[in-house]
């Protein structure tokens, strides 16, 4: 096999990845600045194993899936063990500065138990998620993250994420999830009130 070439075991991830990745794209890593032709060349010298790639490019890949909404390429990321999302401090916080966090968290578990704040911050939007709420535009850029197919479990990890945190905004999640009912239930016989009543007279008396 040719000097830098992938190896056959990971080398079909490492390729879709690269093929999810746009040709015009530029990381910017300390004071260099990576181009495609770059990403590719240091995937290719590990031989396509994402997880022997440098862990600072490795974390720019992932900040630039989360701006730019990518959510397929941290799918392949995770399962290619490059990636490993309930550990990602850098998705939480990156997708927070990018508006896409409520989107992350419908298709990951983050540590989001450990930014309380940030969690916070998210609420109201994570609530119109879970309730149905949100506004078109809204709705428009929740169904980009995922292209048009929302995960058949997405408000089940959002809900799962927010269980973690220790805030007010984790009973507000499960107050959004359950609906107000009022349920009877039959009284055990020894609690129940027994009112004695008179005898049916036998003569109502003298008809009027």
Not at 108 to 128: R, S, V
Not at 145 to 159: D, E, I, N, T, V
Not at 163 to 184: D, G, K, Q, W
Request: neutral net charge; contains cysteine.
């Amino acid at each position: 096999r040719p000097a830098g070439a992938m190896g056959c075991g990971s080398s079909n991830l490492a390729q879709t990845i690269l093929a999810e990745l746009p040709q015009n794209l530029r990381l910017t890593l300390g004071r260099r600045t990576l181009s495609y032709e770059d990403v590719a060349r240091e995937i290719r010298k590990k031989k396509g194993d994402l997880r022997r790639v440098d862990k600072s490019l490795m974390d720019e890949i992932v900040r630039w899936a989360v701006e730019n909404k990518r959510i397929s390429v941290l799918r392949l990321l995770e399962k290619s063990g490059a990636w490993m999302a309930e550990q990602s401090a850098l998705a939480v916080e990156a997708a927070h500065e990018a508006g896409t966090l409520v989107a992350l968290l419908m298709a990951f578990q983050l540590p989001l138990g450990a930014f309380p704040a940030i969690a916070m911050a998210n609420e109201a939007q994570a609530l119109a998620t879970m309730n149905g709420e949100l506004s078109a535009e809204q709705e428009r850029g929740l169904q980009h993250h995922f292209q048009g197919l929302l995960p058949p479990r997405g408000k089940a990890s959002l809900l799962a994420n927010y269980l973690l945190v220790r805030a007010s905004c984790a009973e507000h999640m499960i107050e959004a999830t359950v609906e107000e009912m009022i349920v009877f239930q039959p009284m055990p016989a020894a609690e129940q009130r027994h009112i004695e009543h008179a005898p049916f007279p036998e003569s109502l008396g003298p008809a009027c």
